[in-house]
């Protein structure tokens, strides 16, 4: 599991949806971790802790 952001080519994209905000996609890496990124935002959900963390 990482402990920085993930790297790009480790993202696969699991769906995106157009919302009042904008687009949402969310994207599971390799290791197992999920990402929700938004034009403001990335959140990094963990698999087994299930904490969340942001980095904006």
């Known amino acids: 599991m990482h402990t920085?952001?993930?790297?790009?080519?480790?993202?696969?994209?699991?769906?995106?949806?157009?919302?009042?905000?904008?687009?949402?996609?969310?994207?599971?890496?390799?290791c197992g971790a999920w990402e929700v990124r938004t034009s403001a935002l990335v959140a990094t959900a963990l698999p087994r802790r299930g904490s969340i963390k942001t980095i904006d």
């Not at 952001?5 to 890496?29: I, K």
């Open 4 to 30: 920085e952001p993930h790297n790009p080519l480790d993202l696969t994209v699991v769906s995106r949806h157009r919302t009042s905000e904008g687009l949402v996609s969310y994207l599971r890496c390799a």
